[in-house]
């Protein structure tokens, strides 16, 4: 039989009606424990959780207690999986708990992590205020490094050997700089050969995964996502998510049992709802992107717009994001004539377009990032990165696009 495809499989991979009294729709397994059907059973389903064994062909592992499975965690974890062909998949309570489990899981004092500039705010705060001060080194790069030339000094130079992690936001938020996966891939590879060390390689995928963009078929060895985002889409819920190879989603799963930084079944089972209609919206969400951006590049007061494939972007972005992805997605940036007043005009005016942050999300939002998200980022470094105070991002939603353009054109009067 041909294999179906994931916007099929959502409605029922992993699910199977007897369990819950034939419901079509798997129910909430709000609860705390399991039963065991035997004693024996109980001795295989922990030896299996904590590792002591390997499981057999087509084996299960048994439940336990929901800070180690549970059937709307298994479920959901199972369905992510299949977006981008994963081995594994493991969901959080949010996506900086997400992202936060990836950096204690591989990098300890005296390690290097390489991360590019900018990334998401919280990232850069956990890493600025918390990493670097338990010993982690912090080395960035940007869009424009180049980096072939990088590759060859990390493999002559000793820091080479102390680089654990290779992380990259990609599109960045809020820029829409693209990050060329493939020379990380080969980046990772270079460094092991030449330090003989482990590598490992994690993508935020969050703008464009996991329907526009496959981290691992770069080289990557995590995608991973705010799900409060596009995975949910309904603003309805806080959750983070990690898709990868079993070794390493193995070492995350571990850590996270510990942490105890697991999505609850409720979130699970809300995320797994959200999946359903996963291509169905974002598909939608890029197409007004697309018409939006149009009429941002004609108004006379924007000077300009940060969205991926656009030429003003340059030719090198244009060509890596051709290459590793099949949409510029929902997340427009845009400077607008007269710095940060003439932006909080236009955010205050705003009216059908919601001022808050977040993004991916059915309703479009609009925020400041140089005084909201990335307040944290120093404003030299942030100017150095384009990221200025005369900067809106849109997160589209799926209204109507005339209605959309309309309400940013009315916002933009009177500057």
Request: glycine share 6%.
């Amino acid at each position: 039989m041909k294999k179906m495809k994931p916007e099929s499989l959502m409605m029922t991979h992993g699910y199977v009606p007897e369990w819950s009294e034939n419901a079509v729709k798997c129910p909430i397994y709000q609860t705390s424990t399991f039963v065991f059907p035997t004693a024996e059973s109980g001795k295989r389903f922990f030896a299996l959780a904590y590792g002591k064994t390997e499981a057999t062909k087509d084996e299960k592992p048994g439940l336990i207690y929901s800070r180690l499975n549970n059937p709307n965690l298994q479920i959901l974890e199972e369905r992510l999986s299949l977006w981008e062909d994963a081995q594994d998949a493991a969901v959080f309570e949010s996506g900086m708990s997400a992202i936060s489990t990836v950096f204690l899981t591989f990098l300890k004092p005296g390690d290097r992590l390489l991360i590019s500039n900018p990334v998401y705010g919280g990232t850069h705060h956990f890493v600025h205020s918390y990493l670097q001060s338990i010993g982690v080194h912090v080395e960035h790069f940007t869009a424009e490094t180049d980096l072939k030339s990088l590759t060859e000094e990390l493999c002559a130079d000793p820091r080479g050997a102390e680089i654990k992690l290779i992380y990259a936001e990609t599109p960045a938020n809020p820029t829409n700089a693209v990050i060329d996966m493939k020379l990380l891939g080969e980046m990772k590879i270079a460094l092991i050969k030449a330090h003989k060390t482990e590598v490992k390689m994690a993508i935020d995928n969050t703008y464009l995964g996991p329907i526009w963009q496959k981290p691992m078929d770069w080289g990557a060895d995590m995608s991973c996502y705010s799900a409060t985002k596009f995975l949910s889409g309904h603003s309805d819920l806080i959750a983070g998510a990690i898709t990868g190879n079993k070794e390493s989603l193995l070492a995350i799963k571990s850590l996270r049992t510990f942490l105890g930084n697991m999505a609850s079944p409720n979130t699970c089972w809300l995320l797994t709802r959200s999946l359903e209609t996963l291509s169905i919206r974002m598909n939608r969400q890029a197409d007004n992107a697309l018409t939006v951006v149009k009429f941002l590049q004609n108004h006379n007061l924007v000077t300009r717009v940060y969205f991926p494939g656009l030429d003003s972007q340059g030719d090198k972005q244009v060509s890596i994001h051709r290459r590793q992805s099949t949409s510029a997605g929902a997340m427009i940036s845009f400077d607008v004539k007269g710095g940060e007043e003439s932006a909080f005009h236009v955010l205050n005016k705003l009216s059908l377009i919601k001022l808050a942050v977040s993004l991916g999300s059915n309703e479009s939002l609009a925020q400041h990032p140089f005084h909201m998200t990335h307040a944290d980022m120093p404003d030299e470094e942030k100017k150095s990165l384009k990221l200025t105070d005369s900067m809106i991002r849109l997160s589209i939603g799926i209204e109507d696009p005339e209605d959309l353009i309309q309400d940013l054109r009315q916002a933009m009067e009177g500057l």
